[in-house]
């Protein structure tokens, strides 16, 4: 559940943004993180992850045409600020060599750490536990 201080800048990866966008278990907790942060960064990885969750979703009968279509207009408006940058390359060996994380995941983790750099209140909202673990040992853990 939501705790903790109220985050100012709140990354979101690909898990906690489809828990946002789709209903499930945790789309409370992700409706609630919506309320919080006042910037919500939503990386290129975390924006074609989405998409492809969503698109496979339609592919298997979960969601209909029109949900889709109506989710993919969702990631166009606030309070979304859609980001282009790239993780630092010796932040995600750093970062690679003390996780136990896919790719992808480190790619998140290793972005958010990089731009924490010049936003020192960035932190990184996940709904997968060993990103969310890894998040919480590097201070990017929303409570923290």
Do not use: C, N
């Not at 731009?115 to 909202?125: D, T, Y």
Request: charged content about 20%; glycine content about 6%.
């Amino acid at each position: 559940m939501v705790s903790g201080a109220q985050p100012v800048v709140l990354y979101w990866d690909a898990s906690a943004l489809v828990a946002l966008l789709v209903a499930q278990q945790r789309t409370a907790e992700a409706v609630e993180w919506s309320r919080r942060g006042r910037v919500h960064l939503l990386s290129s990885l975390a924006w074609a992850e989405a998409h492809a969750a969503v698109a496979r979703l339609r592919r298997l009968g979960g969601l209909t045409d029109q949900q889709a279509l109506a989710i993919h207009d969702l990631l166009q408006l606030p309070p979304w600020e859609r980001i282009t940058d790239i993780p630092e390359w010796g932040v995600t060996v750093e970062l690679a060599l003390r996780w136990d994380l896919r790719g992808a995941d480190l790619w998140h983790l290793a972005l958010a750490k990089s731009l924490q750099v010049s936003r020192a209140e960035l932190r990184l909202l996940s709904f997968d536990a060993r990103l969310a673990d890894a998040a919480a040992g590097e201070g990017l853990a929303p409570g923290s």
